[in-house]
Each structure stands twice: as structure tokens, then as C-alpha cells.
């Protein structure tokens, strides 16, 4: 079985970084999805990481560690607008995609 | 820009009824998926498909069935709809595995309320 883990809810300030943390157990591991959902709307593909390290894309980078079964979405400049739910996915081979809970974040002013 | 739209956004139907959820993309993805999503419990798969008339079952397949007669549509059944099925339901599609690329692309989602 797999077993995916991300805080439920998290708070962070406009203008700030934060960092929301996946970990996983599975085998048969290909890679993980980051998602961004609205609430009210369909999740949105934001990144996929299938080796290890850091990969940048404007304000959202994600991070992976194959060994450490551990990922991580760092937002950076907070807008709030990034007010939404945060959800990985680990991409299992030959299975569809398993998610974890999702992580909600709440952007104050 | 792949398109997957689902028939509905808003549902409301009587305990007992039959249900239909329709599901259609533009992207000649091979597979197709549908999830419940409820608070706490996050995005739960139901059934998929990987081609015409294949199917598969998830993780929570009790109370649903689907189709699969065209390559571009996907349809949820509720045989007989029950109150504990009221939930958010969201259509996803992809390209093969093969094909070397694993996104799924949602649907708007489908608000489905038993009363």
C-alpha cells in the first residue's frame, strides 16, 4: 500500500515563504505531482518531480528526495491569491496517481 | 489546451433515483478516472479506465459503475443513489503511461446532493 502524508492547514502572511511538506511510503515509485486547488474548482497541475533535488518555476518550486520519501512545495512571495489547497500525488508504476489529503493554506494579510 | 468538461456543476437527487455523471475530453487521452472528494478525506479514487470498454475499480468502487463506450467519454452511474454518496465528483484524463507523461487533467467537478 502507499501511505501519503501533508499537514491538513497551514497559515502563512502575504509577502512571505512558505514551505508545505509531503511524505510518502510506496513502492514501485515513478515521481510526484504537486497540485493547486481552488476552492470550488478542479485541482491544476503546478509541478512533477521524478529525480532528486529542487526544480524552480516563478514564485513555486518543488523539492524531492527519492530516499528520504519526502517532497516539498516552497511558495515564495505570497499572494493572496496562493490561498488554496495544496495537493501531492505520488505517481505509482501501473496504478493511477494516489493523493494525500491536500494541505489548505490561508494567506493573511 | 485539453479540455475536460463534466455535464453537470450542480446536482440535486432523491434517495433511490439512478444517476448519471458524464464526462467527455478533447485530448484523445487513452485513460480516464473518476474521484469523490470530501472534506478530511481528500481525493478518492472510484473507478478508471485505460481504454474502450475497459474498467477498472479503485479504491471505493461500492455504490458506482461506469462506462466506457467511447474513447472520449467516461460516465459515473449511481445505480441507486444514497444520501452518504453526496460529494464532489471530479473527472480526470491522461495519455498513457507509455507516452511518458502522467498528468491528469480534471474536470470543473460535478456537486452532487442526495436528499
Known amino acids: 500500500g502507499q501511505n501519503i502524508d501533508q499537514p491538513t492547514e497551514m497559515t502563512a502572511t502575504e509577502g512571505a515563504i512558505v514551505q508545505i511538506n509531503c511524505t510518502y511510503q510506496?513502492?514501485?515509485?515513478?515521481?510526484l505531482f504537486w497540485y493547486q486547488q481552488h476552492a470550488g474548482e478542479a485541482p491544476t497541475f503546478l509541478s512533477y518531480n521524478v529525480l532528486d533535488g529542487l526544480e524552480e518555476k516563478g514564485r513555486f518550486s518543488s523539492f524531492l528526495s527519492r530516499s528520504k520519501g519526502y517532497s516539498y512545495l516552497l511558495l515564495k512571495e505570497l499572494q493572496m491569491k496562493d490561498s488554496a489547497s495544496y495537493l501531492c500525488?505520488?505517481?505509482?508504476?501501473?496504478?493511477?496517481?494516489?493523493f494525500g489529503k491536500g494541505t489548505r493554506l490561508s494567506v493573511i494579510a | 489546451d485539453v479540455k475536460v468538461t463534466q455535464s453537470s456543476r450542480y446536482l440535486v437527487k432523491r434517495t433511490g433515483e439512478k444517476v448519471f455523471l458524464e464526462c467527455v475530453q478533447d485530448m484523445d487521452h487513452e485513460n480516464m478516472f473518476w474521484y469523490r472528494q470530501d472534506p478530511g478525506l481528500g481525493l478518492r479514487l472510484i473507478y478508471f479506465?485505460?481504454?474502450?470498454?475497459?474498467?477498472e475499480k479503485g479504491d471505493i468502487p461500492e455504490g458506482y459503475s461506469v462506462s466506457r463506450e467511447k474513447k472520449e467519454r467516461f460516465s459515473l452511474i449511481l445505480e441507486s443513489a444514497s444520501t452518504n454518496q453526496t460529494s464532489m465528483y471530479l473527472c480526470?484524463?491522461?495519455?498513457?503511461?507509455?507516452?511518458?507523461?502522467?498528468?491528469?487533467?480534471f474536470g470543473p467537478g460535478t456537486r452532487l446532493t442526495v436528499t
Open positions: 480526470a484524463s491522461s495519455f498513457p503511461v507509455r507516452q511518458g507523461t502522467y498528468e491528469q487533467y
Open positions: 510506496t513502492s514501485g515509485f515513478n515521481g
Open positions: 479506465s485505460y481504454d474502450v470498454k475497459m474498467k
Open positions: 500525488a505520488v505517481n505509482k508504476r501501473n496504478t493511477p496517481l494516489v
